[in-house]
């Protein structure tokens, strides 16, 4: 079974920093790309990154492109985004995932973990 174990998630500021991360165990021949979307109470799903697991190829939603950085390190089949500069309305719980490839307009999910919530304060 593909499982996600998401850390990292807490209270910031406004424009600070937070790290999560994502260790993803049971992947299967069909994955090809892990990533990361949020999603707030009241609204929907918002795809913020993802990578391409064998070309690195990245995708950054328009909303958090030139603060937040997707990174793998594959040996450790760990993942994590990295999140400067945040804003009020990146408050949301964010969950790790698995799609079968990255594109340049995004990853369509199949699996994803339970998530890690991320508050930012004003």
């Known amino acids: 079974d593909v499982q996600f174990v998401e850390s990292g998630g807490g209270l910031v500021q406004v424009g600070g920093s937070l790290t999560l991360s994502c260790v993803a165990s049971g992947l299967g021949g069909d994955v090809h790309a892990i990533g990361w979307f949020r999603q707030a109470p009241g609204k929907e799903r918002e795809g913020v990154s993802c990578?391409?697991?064998?070309?690195?190829?990245?995708y950054y939603g328009d909303s958090v492109k030139g603060r937040f950085t997707i990174s793998k390190d594959s040996a450790k089949g760990t993942f994590y985004l990295q999140m400067n500069g945040m804003k009020s309305e990146d408050t949301a719980t964010y969950h790790c995932?698995?799609?079968?490839?990255?594109?340049?307009?995004?990853?369509?999910?199949?699996?994803w973990g339970p998530g890690t919530q991320v508050t930012v304060s004003s």
């Open positions: 990578i391409g697991l064998l070309d690195g190829f990245t």
């Open positions: 995932a698995a799609a079968p490839r990255a594109t340049r307009w995004g990853c369509r999910y199949d699996y």
